[in-house]
């Protein structure tokens, strides 16, 4: 069993940076891809980033590629999202997860509850 715990979120104004973390238990981590997602109130949870587990492969969504960065230390369990320019459209509530390579939600088989982003104007 794979434990997250996110951590980071806040309120910040547009154009302003948040770094996330996100703090997993076991031995397994190394094994596992980590990716973030988001959701809205009212929206679909959606992709954001995904890691591979050396850190040697990302993928991004376009809508924050250039703004973010993700990256993991495993040897602190330890995955996490550098967010700049941020805009008000990137408020959500965002989740680790970890599990397969993937791009949806569908890939991951452990998921945090989640750290609240809000980014005002």
């Known amino acids: 069993q794979v434990q997250l715990v996110e951590s980071g979120g806040g309120l910040v104004q547009a154009g302003g940076s948040l770094r996330l973390s996100c703090e997993a238990s076991?031995?397994?981590?190394?094994?596992?891809?980590m990716g973030w997602f988001r959701q809205a109130p009212g929206k679909e949870r959606e992709f954001v980033v995904v890691i591979n587990w050396s850190g040697s492969r990302t993928n991004y969504a376009d809508s924050v590629k250039g703004r973010f960065t993700i990256s993991r230390d495993n040897a602190k369990n330890t995955a996490y999202l550098q967010m700049n320019s941020l805009k008000p459209e990137d408020t959500a509530v965002y989740y680790c997860?970890?599990?397969?390579?993937?791009?949806?939600?569908?890939?991951?088989?452990?998921w945090g509850q989640g750290t609240q982003v809000t980014v005002s104007s």
């Open positions: 076991g031995r397994t981590f190394r094994n596992y891809a």
């Open positions: 997860a970890a599990g397969a390579w993937g791009l949806d939600v569908n890939s991951y088989n452990y």
